[in-house]
């Protein structure tokens, strides 16, 4: 590690465009290796610093919507940019709040830079402003047909809540933050307690770019909560438009709860939880179970298996392949090393979750790694169970949010769909087939539309572990997957979530947004009458 | 009207292909002109019936959604073709049971058969399935990237709730069916009680052109209920995955707390009330008011103001030119002779909301219409305000849902803003400005932004009263003139709501569907890495 590059954490809040200490309680982040404190302290926001950076968002919103696509543009690049510059000292205070490994946080830091720029590309591509215009036809009989214009407007000031166990890519500055600012939202982050120190360094480039991007004051910013409070505060509050949140299914599901009690309720978009059912057809087990064992245990193990996308179910029908991949699973979670999770209490969570679904009747535990010498200690564990069980009992779709999986033995394929069929929604369903074999074929081919149903992603060959930022990219699901499956918290699909269509009806030429204006000041992609084009719109269709 | 083209109303359901007679409480429509009961009586669903039409529902979800678009489409063709062939009959019962003119009601029937031809023609456009392709790049550093392939699926079974006031339009095979059943998802609706024997009428045609187009059974149903208790049973249902509401704010409400408390929320897209702002600025008003006064009163007074559009409310500072707007409108209300309106409740509902605004503190009734001799009389009013009174009275701002309409005397272009900083969400905003005066064309655009965000619709010299149904509508807007304002409810982008997006990742070509191969079989527009193209996927990129 190279030296910071910045001043380290100092314990402030961003309110708008100033570093603020908190008057409230002192909050401090953990080190999960040690359990001690670490400095230095976070006084949380009082009621009077939460209601100044929701009035300065809200007075943003009007300037932030006006701002062009090109300010914005500019605005996330900048923040790329200072995440680029500032990443040694970033990695370096995150390492020390959550104990991941230091070249993930490096990689990190850059998927997030990342998604900033992809963010501020597709804002100049402006496919995202989804552009219509239905020309007015004064000759129509028997009415005349009038001038009607659609575009997409920003909801108004987003609450986002960070994710304990992406310090970057989903918390701070993140894929929710990049989405709403995309989309013209004034952003307030409630900080997450595990990574204090992280969230002021993150926030503060956030500030410097909006500062140096003009971006109107109370455009960003990011306060310290105490407990549930703060953040049930801003979500009620009358100001706020729409929720990002990622994090636990009671978490999301409060937050979900204030949002639909409000005189106006607003969206949340929580992603909550899912087991990520990975199915190894008769295939490919029989073709390559125990290398398929082993690389199950890689995904499971990865990152202390603290994934939103964390392999925690399989679903085979039992045989010898099945068999194969069972044994080399269990040798490769029996020689597990453990790793330091997140925070102690993520990590005695994960313990208990997994005690309570070993308890159930009828599972088996068939091995468990080594734990290391940590107060955040978690161990990798593998379990196996009946798929009759599965059928009858809902307590086996826990999530453990750690490096705990349940196989589930199926005594053939009729009882794999009955499985499946009681599945809560997911982000993810995997299925390794061997494509070489018709059987394989034949049975993915009927579990494609009952997977479409389950899950966000579907994947082939590989683990649900990782999430390409792309245009493609669908990273949501069916509820308890997340609180609204109609969308995606990753990938450039994620601005429309904090837009909304409005319609202009002969709104004269003057008046309308650069977009929708005859001669496409931009050069968007419109649909005109419904066909997709570049094209200006001729004068005499006004 | 010529004789009807098919035997009449029979009194019963449509549950999957059957006509099934209810088992539970004979329900009636009212004649509103007389108050008496129509034949024939509709004996409601038993909860086994419903349990029946939910079951088929779920039944068909899965081959609803493998049926291509091109199926879909001709489903949808099929369905309209029927509504114009049978036209004369489904006016002719309409009339009775809605009193709405004849002319109307067959321009109504020629408005839901293009919404399905719209519909269909969309189907086979494609720009629905927001198809997108992220190709591999195995060469890629530090890690490959996958193949990532995005579409949108069905959300799956979905209740409709049908509407009074437009018993084409937005009843049985109305936008939020054609929607659904465009998306690919089956529709069980709810017959609206003021309308079962057009309900009957046009749920026949639906499951006529169903069969005739090989649609699974199930694909549409129609049940008749008992008050609520039938349309909270399929809310709650755990089958259903969504819901379309057209009607009022209680029920709205009503309904969309039943969804949120599943165990598994359901998205309620609710249309509930809207008063529809209509600002005349000084330059309008000055240039002229008394013609801006009597045209908006041959807006309040369509279809017996009985429109979700209906402008209720006038914003204007006060002068000579609102004068003459307020004489001529007065004159023209005094003149106005009344209307039989759908319902006797309605009626009453109508009255009594007037009465409640009229007693409001500062209202002044400055005209009434005549009443007609009927069971369910609505008499035009119109009524004054002071603009500080709106301010601060929020039961101003009640829907009256009829020809009654509150005129706000601001004393500045200041108190106009703080009147629209007061007023809920609304589904449109109507300006009337001069466009000739530097002043009008000033405050218009300062007005802009708050109107973006007040309403799904912003009109220029025309009146809210009248929704064309095409690609740029927007028949929606924020809480609570919806429960739900990133959506509409009219035009092609209605489709979106029964839809959500799913990742395939690495997916074998043979199991992608159609949309996403790499020969693009329906030449739909795609985003191939970012860029829109209807051109093939080049066979190295997998």
Redesign the interface.
């Known amino acids: 590690m190279s030296a910071p590059t910045l001043a380290g954490p100092t314990g402030s809040m961003i309110i708008g465009f100033d570093a603020v200490t908190g008057t409230g309680p002192r909050q401090t982040s953990t080190d999960p290796r040690t359990g001690q404190a670490l400095e230095p302290g976070y006084p949380a926001a009082s009621d009077e610093q939460v209601e100044a950076a929701v009035t300065l968002a809200a007075a943003a919103?009007?300037p932030a919507?006006?701002t062009t696509p090109q300010q914005r543009a500019g605005f996330l690049t900048a923040v790329a940019d200072l995440l680029d510059e500032r990443r040694d000292a970033l990695v370096e205070r995150a390492h020390a709040e959550t104990a991941l490994p230091l070249p993930r946080l490096t990689?990190e830091v850059g998927r997030t830079s990342g998604q900033l720029r992809l963010f501020a590309?597709?804002l100049l591509?402006g496919?995202w402003q989804d552009a219509?215009?239905?020309p007015a036809r004064p000759d129509r009989t028997?009415?005349p047909?009038?001038d009607?214009?659609?575009r997409r407007?920003p909801?108004?000031p987003v609450v986002v809540f960070g994710a304990s166990n992406f310090p970057f890519a989903f918390s701070t500055a993140g894929g929710d933050t990049a989405s709403a600012l995309a989309a013209g939202c004034p952003v307030v982050v409630k900080a997450h307690p595990a990574h204090l120190g992280t969230a002021e360094l993150v926030a503060t480039a956030v500030r410097d770019a909006a500062v140096a991007s003009g971006m109107p004051e109370g455009v960003f910013s990011q306060l310290v909560g105490t407990g549930n409070e703060t953040g049930t505060a801003l979500v009620a509050d009358s100001r706020i438009r729409a929720v990002g949140f990622t994090g636990s299914r009671a978490g999301g599901l409060a937050l979900?709860a204030t949002a639909?009690a409000r005189p106006?309720?607003i969206?949340v978009y929580a992603e909550m939880s899912s087991i990520n059912p990975v199915l190894v057809l008769p295939g490919a087990l029989a073709a390559r179970g125990a290398e398929l064992g082993i690389a199950f245990v890689g995904s499971l193990t990865l990152g202390a298996g603290q994934f939103c996308t964390n392999p925690g179910l399989v679903l085979a029908v039992d045989g010898p392949g099945l068999d194969a991949f069972l044994d080399a699973a269990a040798t490769a979670v029996g020689a597990d090393a453990g790793a330091v999770m997140l925070t102690p209490g993520i990590a005695r969570h994960y313990a208990g979750a997994g005690d309570a679904v070993a308890a159930r009747p009828g599972v088996q535990e068939l091995a468990r790694g080594a734990s290391p010498d940590a107060a955040a200690a978690g161990r990798a564990r593998l379990l196996v169970v009946d798929g009759e069980r599965v059928v009858d009992d809902p307590a086996l779709q826990a999530e453990a949010f750690g490096a705990t999986s349940l196989v589930v033995r199926c005594t053939d394929t009729e009882q794999l769909f009955a499985v499946l069929g009681v599945l809560?929604?997911q982000l993810t369903a995997t299925v390794h087939a061997d494509?070489e074999q018709a059987g394989d074929?034949e049975l993915?081919?009927r579990l494609?539309?009952v997977l479409?149903?389950l899950?966000?992603?579907?994947?082939?060959?590989?683990w649900p572990t990782?999430v390409?930022v792309?245009?493609?990219?669908?990273h949501?699901g069916?509820?308890?997957a997340t609180?609204?499956?109609?969308?995606?918290s990753v990938g450039?699909?994620a601005v429309e979530r904090f837009?909304?269509?409005?319609?202009?009806?002969?709104?004269?030429e003057?008046?309308l947004p650069a977009v929708l204006r005859n001669d496409n000041p931009e050069g968007a992609?419109r649909?005109v009458?419904?066909e997709?084009t570049r094209a200006a719109i001729e004068e005499g269709l006004r």
């Open positions: 919103a009007a919507r006006a990689g590309a597709e591509a496919t219509c215009v239905d028997p009415l047909r009038s009607i214009r659609r407007v909801l108004g979900a639909a106006t309720p969206p809560e929604g494509v074929v993915a081919a494609m539309p479409e149903d899950a966000g992603r579907i994947l082939f060959g590989g990782g390409e792309g245009h493609a990219m669908v949501g069916p509820f308890p609180t609204d499956g109609r969308s995606t450039t699909l837009l909304r269509p409005v319609a202009y009806q002969d709104v004269p003057a008046l992609w649909r009458d419904g997709l």
